[in-house]
C-alpha cells in the first residue's frame, strides 16, 4: 500500500490568510528583507515573530546585546544616531580622507597611515578595507544598510513594546520613501545594503563570513522574493483610498531553501470561503509518513487552515479510507472515501479543548 501525505490549507471561515498591509505598507517591510530572511522573521507583518512573553524576552535580549537599547528612549536615539552617524556617513569621511590624501600627491602605506593618525582600530579596518576595494565602495553610499537597518529597529521596537504601531509605521514609512528616491530597483538597494553590512563586518575583522552569510540571502530575495515587487509602488496614496491594498496570491510556495515548509497567502476575497489542497509526495524514503509545517502568512492566530492525515493512494479500483482534518483552531472532522465519492460525515465539525491546546 502506498501512502503519501495530502497537506490542506482551508478558508472556513471566510478570513484571509494575508496580514492586513497595505500595498505600501508590505513594500517598505520587504526593505528588511536580509536581515528579515537571516531571523527567519514574517516577511509581512510590523511584528517579526508571534508576540509571546517568549519572543519579547528574546527580541528585548538582541536589542541590548547587539545595540544597547533597554529601554525607548534608547531605540529612538539609536534611530536618530544611525541615520545620520551611521556607517554611510563613515564611509563618506573615509573617502574624503582617503581623496585628501590623493590630492596631496603624497604616498602613504596603511602603516604610515596607522602611525600617523590617532584611529580606532575598527575606524581603521574600515580605512583598510575602503582602499582595498576602492572599486567597490568609492562610488558607494551604503545609505540602504542604515536606513534598511533602522526599519529593522522599529519593527523589533514594536516587537517588544517600546513603540506604538502608530509610531513604527510613521517612522518606517519615512525611511521607506528616503530610500526609494535614492535607489532606481530593488537590485541596487539590494546590493547597497549588502555591502553596508560587509563595510560593518569588516570593523571587527568578519566581512569574509558575513559575504558568505548575505550573499546567497541576497540572490533568493532578487529571483524568488523582490522580484515580485514594483519598486515604484506609490508610497503616497491618494487620500480618496488610503486603505487600498495591494490584491495578491500566492499558493504553496515552497522557499528556496527546500526546508519543507508550504507557505500560501492571498488577500483576495475571490479566494475567501474556498477550500485548497496541496499533494506533499512521500520522498521516497520507504517511510509511510513524514513531517510536513504549514507557514501561515497572518499574525492571527484566528484564521484557519486545515491538515489532512496519510490516506490510501494505491493503484486499485476499490479505493477506500479515511481522511482526518484539524484545524488551528481545535475542531476535527472524519469522512470516509468509497470508490470515487465522500461520504456523508460520520463525525460532523467537533469542537476539541484538547487538540487546540496540544496545537
Known amino acids: 500500500m502506498k501512502k ?4 490542506f490549507l482551508i ?5 484571509p490568510l494575508f496580514a492586513e498591509l497595505t500595498k505600501e505598507q508590505f513594500w517598505a517591510i520587504s526593505l528588511t528583507g536580509i536581515m528579515t530572511e537571516r ?13 509571546t512573553d517568549k519572543s519579547i524576552y528574546n527580541w528585548l535580549d538582541i536589542l541590548g546585546r547587539d545595540w544597547d537599547i533597554y529601554s525607548r528612549e534608547d531605540l529612538l536615539n539609536t534611530l536618530e544616531n544611525v541615520e545620520n552617524n551611521g556607517h554611510a556617513s563613515a564611509l563618506r569621511d573615509i573617502k574624503t580622507f582617503i581623496e585628501d590624501l590623493t590630492k596631496q ?6 602603516f604610515d597611515i596607522y602611525n600617523r593618525y590617532q584611529f580606532s582600530q575598527r575606524y581603521y579596518n574600515y580605512l583598510k578595507f575602503t582602499v582595498s576595494n576602492w572599486d567597490i565602495f568609492g562610488s558607494r553610499t551604503i545609505l540602504a544598510w542604515d536606513l534598511g537597518r533602522n526599519i529593522s529597529l522599529c519593527r523589533w521596537g514594536y516587537q517588544v513594546g517600546f ?6 509605521w510613521e517612522k518606517i514609512m519615512y525611511y521607506a520613501k528616503k530610500l526609494q528616491l535614492f535607489y532606481n530597483s530593488w537590485e541596487e538597494y539590494g546590493h547597497d545594503y549588502y555591502m553596508g553590512r560587509i563595510f560593518w563586518a569588516s570593523g571587527f575583522g568578519d566581512e569574509i ?4 552569510e548575505t550573499d546567497p540571502i541576497y540572490k533568493k530575495l532578487l529571483t524568488a522574493f523582490w522580484n515580485k515587487i514594483n519598486w515604484y509602488t506609490n508610497l503616497n496614496p491618494s487620500a480618496q483610498n488610503p486603505n487600498e491594498t495591494a490584491v495578491n496570491t500566492i499558493r504553496y510556495q515552497k522557499p528556496a531553501d527546500n526546508d519543507g515548509v508550504m507557505q500560501f497567502f492571498t488577500n483576495d476575497s475571490q479566494h475567501f470561503n474556498k477550500f485548497y489542497y496541496h499533494t506533499m509526495v512521500n520522498p521516497g524514503d520507504d517511510s509511510n509518513i513524514f513531517q510536513c ?6 499574525g492571527n492566530e484566528g484564521y484557519a487552515f486545515g491538515i489532512m492525515f496519510c490516506f490510501d493512494n494505491s493503484e486499485s479500483g476499490n479505493i477506500s479510507y479515511y481522511r482526518l482534518f484539524m484545524t488551528i483552531e481545535g475542531i476535527f472532522t472524519v469522512q ?3 470508490g470515487s465519492k465522500w461520504a456523508d460525515p460520520p463525525i460532523g465539525w467537533k469542537n476539541s479543548p484538547h487538540i487546540k491546546k496540544r496545537l
Not at 4 to 7: C, K, P, T, V
Request: glycine residues 4%.
Open 293 to 298: 509545517n504549514v507557514k501561515k502568512m497572518s
Open 105 to 110: 600627491g603624497r604616498n602613504f602605506t596603511m
Open 11 to 15: 478558508f472556513l471561515f471566510g478570513l
Open 209 to 212: 563570513r558575513y559575504a558568505l
Open 4 to 7: 503519501n501525505l495530502l497537506l
Open 39 to 51: 531571523n527567519n522573521s514574517s516577511r509581512n507583518t510590523l511584528n517579526v515573530d508571534e508576540i
Open 163 to 168: 513603540l506604538t504601531e502608530e509610531e513604527a
Open 336 to 338: 470516509k472515501m468509497i
